[in-house]
C-alpha cells in the first residue's frame, strides 16, 4: 500500500494554478520535490497537509481519502521552512504540544518523547527558550514535534534552505538517519540537487505548476526528456 | 585579524599600518558615539521635542501637588481631601464600573479584534472603519446618542423592561454603558494589531499538530498576542475611568452616579478646588500604577 497517493489534484491561489498533480510515495519511502522558486511546491503540500483549498482531484493516505478532512484528522507531521516553532513555549513545550493537545498530561507526554528526543540528541536543549536556537536545532526540535504523535507521513517545507552549507549536509543526513529509524513515508521540498542526493529514495521535479517527471535522481539526471528537469539537475 | 565594523560594513579592505587594540575594542560601539558626540539639527529637533514632551507630563503631575501643598492646609486636612467620604464612593463607583467596563470589552474586543484581523470577509473595510468611530466623535455626541438610542423603537423597549425588574439605566449600569462605548474601539484596535503581529502561520502548524480551531487560538493566537492584549486592557482601563462627557448627558450627576470625573467637575464648579485637585492626585496615582504594572509584567514587550 502507498502512503501517500495524490490523484490529478488542481490547486488555485489566485492566478496561480498548480494542475493535474499525480504522484505516490510508498511505504517508509523518502521522495524529494523539486523545483524551481514558485512552481507550486509548497501549495502542493500545504494541500497534503490541509492547509490549503483543493480544486479538484482526491489525496490518500495509506488508501483513506483524505481529501476534505480537516488538517487536525490527517496525522500528516509538517515541518515548514523555518521550523514553525511556538515562540512562547519552551524546547520541551513545543514538542509535547501535540501530545498535551490530544489530552495527555505534560508528565506522560515527556515520557513519550523521550525516544525521539534522545535519537535527535536534544536533551540539553529542552528548557532552553526557542529563540535561543541554532537554525539547525530549531530543525532538529520542529521534526521531533512532527514525530511525537507517530505520524503517517512526513511532510517537510524546504527545512534545511536557510542553514549555512556544512550544517545543512549535517541536518540532510540526520533528517535521514531519523527518516529511516523511524520508518515514515516522507516528503521533502527543496530545489537544491546535492540535497536531494543526500536524502532521497525518489525525486519528482515540478515546473510552473505541473509535475513534470519521477523517478530515482540518477534516472532523471541521464534520461529525462524536459528541458526544465535537466536545466535543474544537471546545472555546473 | 579582524576587520573594523566600517571596514566590514563597507566591504573595504583594512587600512595599512599598524592597528591599535582599542581601536578594535572600540568597534561595536563607534556608531552610537558619533550620535553622542556629533549632534546634528535631527537629534537637536527629536531630543527637543522629546524634553518637551516629558516636561509636559511631569509639569501637569506635580502642578497639582504644588498647588494643593501651596494652599497652607494642615497635613489632617489634606488628608481628609483624599478620604472624604463622598470622594471614597466616587472613587469605589469609578473602580468598579471601569472594571465592568474592562470585563464587557474584554469579552467583546478580543472576538471582534481576532475576526478583523484573520478573517476575509465582504464589508471587511466598512467594518473596520465603523469600528474607529467612537474615538474620533466628540464625547458628549456619544451620550446624546444613547439618550436617543433609549427614547425610542428597541433601546425604549430595553430601557421600559429594565425599569419592570426595577432597573433604572441612571445607575452603574448606565456609567458602564457610556464607559463601554467609549472605549470598545481602543480595545479593538489594541487587540486586533496584537494579532496582526502574531504570525498566522503557527496556527497553521497548530491545526496540522491536532489543534482544533478554537484550540490554536487558545493555546498559540492569544498567548502570542497576549502583550498587545494587556496593553489594550490597560489602555481600556484607564480611557474608562476618565471617561467624562456622555456621562454628563447619559446619567447626569446624582449622587448615586458620581464618578471621579463627574466629582471633579461638581466641585469645581462650586470653588472647591482642594477636593478637585485631590480627585486629580487620585486619578494620576491609579494612571501611574497601572502603567507601572503593565511594565511589570511585560518589560520590553509592552506597547506603552
Known sequence: ?236 | MSETWQEASSGARPAAGPRTESRVARAPEAPLRIVGRRLNGLSVLCGGMLVFCLLVVVGLVTADLFYLASRDLPPADIWRLFTGRAVMRAMKLSLLTSLGTLALVVVTAIPAGYALSRFRFPGRALANALVDVPIFLPPVVVGVSLLAFFGFGLGSSVKQALAGLGISLVSWIGIIMCQYVMTMSYGIRSIKAAFDAAPRDLEQVACTLGCSPWQAFWRVSLPLARPGVIAGCILVWARGIGVFGPLMVFVGTGPRVQVMPTMMWLELSVGNIGVSLAIAVIMLALAGTGLTVVHFLLGDRSLF
Open chain 1, 1 to 236: 500500500m502507498n502512503a501517500l497517493e495524490v490523484i490529478d489534484l488542481t490547486l488555485r491561489a489566485g492566478s496561480f494554478t498548480v494542475q493535474d498533480i499525480s504522484l505516490t510515495v510508498a511505504e517508509g519511502e523518502y521522495f524529494v520535490l523539486m523545483g524551481m522558486t514558485g512552481c507550486g511546491k509548497s501549495l502542493l503540500l500545504k494541500a497534503v497537509c490541509g492547509l490549503a483549498q483543493i480544486a479538484r482531484g482526491r489525496v490518500r493516505l495509506r488508501g483513506r481519502d483524505i481529501t476534505g478532512l480537516e488538517a487536525r484528522f490527517r496525522n500528516i507531521g509538517y515541518v515548514p521552512q523555518d521550523g514553525g516553532l511556538f515562540p512562547h513555549l519552551d524546547v520541551l513545550r513545543n514538542i509535547t504540544f501535540p501530545l498535551t493537545v490530544a489530552g495527555m498530561k505534560p508528565v506522560a507526554a515527556r515520557s513519550a518523547v523521550e525516544g525521539i528526543v534522545a535519537s535527535l540528541g536534544l536533551e540539553e536543549l529542552l528548557v532552553r527558550s526557542v529563540a535561543y536556537l541554532s537554525g539547525g536545532e530549531r530543525q532538529k526540535v520542529a521534526l521531533a514535534r512532527a514525530l511525537a504523535r507517530k505520524p503517517e507521513l512526513l511532510v517537510l517545507d524546504e527545512p534545511v534552505c536557510a542553514l549555512d552549507e556544512p550544517t545543512r549536509r549535517d541536518t540532510c543526513r540526520e533528517l535521514r538517519r531519523v527518516q529511516e529509524e523511524f520508518a515514515v513515508a516522507t516528503v521533502h521540498v527543496c530545489h537544491s540537487r546535492d540535497e536531494a542526493a543526500l536524502v532521497s529514495d525518489r525525486v519528482g521535479v515540478m515546473c510552473e505548476g505541473r509535475l513534470l517527471d519521477t523517478g530515482t535522481l540518477q534516472e532523471l539526471a541521464t534520461g529525462s526528456n524536459h528541458e526544465a528537469v535537466q536545466r535543474l539537475l544537471n546545472w555546473n
